[in-house]
């Protein structure tokens, strides 16, 4: 069965820390994202990568960074937590080359930044 | 660029009940159209899709149907149980060439009482 898994389900932070989200997809996926959703607003795009060491900003990068040095390993850091961030925090994945778009989620990280 | 207006929810329904969720898109061309679904606690994943103008996409006892002339992508059902209490998107490419890019609406809340 495909699998997208992200590292904590919940997670408490401070404002100021450095906050890491992970994401491993088992796949062998090209594409991977970082969206996150907030009630109302749907889901965002914050960055995405196409290929190891690539990455695209999405429509919301500011405050955000990420990190793919491996094909099945897509990271979200947060330099220096604030509490919009508060969030959930969605990953997913999709193959290369095709029209169908078809994306692949992990369960979201929902974070709290006090 | 492309996006999607979809209404906005709660909808509440009685078991047994039909199911309507409009989906409005503005774009260029006739890109795919998407339902994701996500149920409580979880990702998304994909609940349908439609590919052309006029094609009708279905799983799960849910249909859209795409429509040029209205520019619409409404979701049904004809009659809903408690299991399909979730909230659900509406999805496209944000532009033509956009890869496995996808554009969300604001997500419906569904909620289905006994």
């Known amino acids: 069965d495909v699998k997208v898994t992200q590292s904590s389900r919940y997670l408490v932070k401070r404002t100021g820390e450095k906050v890491f989200l992970e994401c491993v997809q088992d796949m062998d996926h090209e594409n991977m994202f970082w969206y996150r959703q907030d009630p109302g607003l749907g889901l965002r795009l914050i960055y995405f990568s196409y290929d190891v060491k690539m990455k695209e900003k999405g429509d919301i990068p500011e405050g955000y960074s990420v990190s793919r040095e491996k094909k099945e390993r897509f990271s979200l850091i947060l330099e220096s937590a604030s509490t919009n961030q508060t969030s959930m925090y969605l990953c997913?994945?999709?193959?290369?080359?095709?029209?169908?778009?078809?994306?692949?989620f992990g369960p979201g990280t929902r974070l709290t930044v006090l | 660029g492309n996006s999607v207006t979809q209404m906005e929810g709660p909808v509440t329904l009685s078991e047994e009940a039909f199911l309507t969720i409009n989906c409005t898109y503005t774009a260029t061309g006739y890109p795919s159209l998407f339902w994701y679904v996500q149920y409580p606690g979880e990702g998304l994943q994909l609940l349908l899709k439609?590919?052309?103008?006029?094609d009708k996409g279905s799983n799960k006892g849910f249909e859209a149907t795409y429509r040029k002339e209205t520019t619409s992508f409404h979701l049904e059902k004809g009659s809903v149980q408690v299991s399909d209490s979730a909230v659900y998107f509406c999805?496209?490419?944000?532009?033509?060439?956009?890869?496995?890019?996808?554009?969300f609406g604001g997500g419906t809340r569904l909620m289905v009482k006994p």
């Open positions: 997913a994945s999709s193959p290369a080359g095709t029209r169908n778009n078809e994306q692949f």
């Open positions: 999805a496209l490419p944000p532009r033509n060439n956009a890869g496995n890019m996808l554009t």
């Open positions: 439609a590919t052309k103008a006029d």
